[in-house]
């Protein structure tokens, strides 16, 4: 089993949008599904807006539209898109 690293860009639906409860919800909903080793940077995008950018291990032989569906769903995010998707081990 080949293991892949991710990242993820979680854009918010707005610049006053609190990121921590979207954080612990996306931390959740990827544990839910396999992915480990979950880490979160927060880059400023433009004009105030923040993106979330989390990182973790998925199983590769699951589809990105898994975690993509998910996280897009999270109560105030806009989007989730995948940034960076590359094997890591196996």
């Known amino acids: 089993m080949s293991i892949a690293a991710v990242i ?5 639906d707005g610049s ?3 990121l ?5 919800v996306a931390e959740e909903k990827l544990k839910e599904d396999g992915a480990q ?9 433009a004009f105030g807006l923040k993106a979330v950018m989390v ?3 998925w199983p590769e032989e699951k589809d990105t ?8 769903g ?7 898109v995948t940034d960076d998707y590359r094997r890591a081990f196996g």
């Open 8 to 12: 993820v860009k979680i854009m918010p």
């Open 16 to 18: 006053d949008t609190d």
């Open 20 to 24: 921590k409860p979207i954080k612990k």
């Open 37 to 45: 080793n979950i880490s979160f940077e927060v880059k400023e995008v």
């Open 55 to 57: 990182k973790f291990a």
């Open 65 to 72: 539209s898994i975690f993509e569906d998910k996280l897009a």
């Open 74 to 80: 999270i109560e105030h995010v806009s989007s989730a």
